[in-house]
T-cell receptor
Framework: NAGVTQTPKFRVLKTGQSMTLLCAQDMNHEYMYWYRQDPGMGLRLIHYSVGEGTTAKGEVPDGYNVSRLKKQNFLLGLESAAPSQTSVYFC??????????????FGPGTRLLVL | RKEVEQDPGPFNVPEGATVAFNCTYSNSASQSFFWYRQDCRKEPKLLMSVYSSGNEDGRFTAQLNRASQYISLLIRDSKLSDSATYLCVVPYNNNDMRFGAGTRLTVKP
């Protein structure tokens, strides 16, 4: 049981390049999330998904797209990377809407540097 | 006012000390709250959930003050292994968790 995994662990991009970050979970969780974490700031929600085939915008969605074609995978795409997207990206998943709020399981993170 | 605010620290305490962190939040409708622990360059991991007035788990106690809209985390008998950043998390709906920037704790021998 690997939990939540993220690929790649680290990447350097040039401005304007595109890339896709992959998140995979083997816990059969319905809900998946993408966050970014910047120095001095908390994690900020980019996009999330409440089930296969569904996605929704979070707090900071601009410049990113997502897809959830399979329940276990949640992809985050950057179509044209900008230096402002240099960050650490965390994926998370949770079983669903627990009665008093979800507790999330996080992947190990992807460090992205955009030059 | 930020949605979730924490004292960034750092808090530097000796082993065995008691230390407390506060977190204030702006959404009065939030019903549950979470403390996560994040080690350097690692992912956050759930430490405690707070649903009513408080919760206790061993050396860790979380308390909630709804009237003043703050949550606290108390760590007793600090260990070197408690050194980490502690994140306060407040759901703004079931799918939108707002994270504080974190409070850094260093426990020294």
């Amino acid at each position: 049981n690997a939990g939540v995994t993220q690929t790649p662990k680290f990447r350097v991009l040039k401005t304007g390049q595109s890339m896709t970050l992959l998140c995979a979970q083997d816990m059969n969780h319905e809900y998946m999330y993408w966050y970014r974490q910047d120095p001095g700031m908390g994690l900020r929600l980019i996009h999330y998904s409440v089930g296969e085939g569904t996605t929704a915008k979070g707090e900071v969605p601009d410049g990113y797209n997502v897809s959830r074609l399979k329940k276990q995978n949640f992809l985050l795409g950057l179509e044209s990377a900008a230096p402002s997207q240099t960050s650490v990206y965390f994926c998370a998943s949770t079983a669903g809407t627990e009665p008093l709020g979800p507790s999330q399981y996080f992947g190990p993170g992807t460090r992205l540097l955009v030059l | 006012r930020k949605e979730v605010e924490q004292d960034p620290g750092p808090f530097n305490v000796p082993e065995g000390a008691t230390v407390a962190f506060n977190c204030t939040y702006s959404n009065s409708a939030s019903q549950s709250f979470f403390w996560y622990r994040q080690d350097c360059r690692k992912e956050p991991k759930l430490l405690m959930s707070v649903y009513s007035s408080g919760n206790e788990d061993g050396r860790f106690t979380a308390q909630l003050n709804r009237a003043s809209q703050y949550i606290s985390l108390l760590i007793r008998d600090s260990k070197l292994s408690d050194s980490a950043t502690y994140l306060c998390v407040v759901p703004y709906n079931n799918n939108d968790m707002r994270f504080g920037a974190g409070t850094r704790l260093t426990v020294k021998p």
